[in-house]
Nanobody
């Protein structure tokens, strides 16, 4: 089992920045692929970013170049640094672990990522 707890959400003006953190505890084997997703009420959960145990990263098209995913060396902390935030980034953000993100060592598309463990989420609101 993996226990995930997000923090760092809040309200920010367009163009602003915010960093989300996720505390990861439990089965560290589930840290082979960890990621961030977001969801708006009434819409499907969207993949934001993922990071492999070797440090390779991948991003959803809508956040590429603006968001940065990172983790500590122990796999006990996962972060998402968000820059140039837009109102469209408003959503509840979820930390995830125990993911299937690659096939034969290569990334599969973000829409195909599957994760077994989820946090409760933290709200991010971008508004003027």
């Amino acid at each position: 089992q993996v226990h995930l707890v997000e923090s760092g959400g809040g309200s920010v003006q367009p163009g602003g920045s915010l960093t989300l953190s996720c505390s990861v505890s439990g089965d560290r084997d589930r840290t082979r692929c960890m990621g961030w997703f977001r969801q708006v009420p009434g819409k499907k959960r969207e993949a934001v970013a993922a990071i492999l145990i070797d440090g390779r990263t991948n991003y959803g098209d809508l956040v590429q170049g603006r968001f940065t995913i990172s983790k500590d060396n122990t796999g006990g902390s996962l972060n998402l640094s968000m820059q140039s935030l837009e109102p469209a980034d408003t959503a509840k953000y979820f930390c995830a672990a125990g993911g299937t993100c690659t096939y034969n060592g290569n990334w599969i598309p973000p829409m195909m990522w599957e994760f077994r463990n989820w946090g409760q989420g933290t709200q991010v609101t971008v508004s003027s």
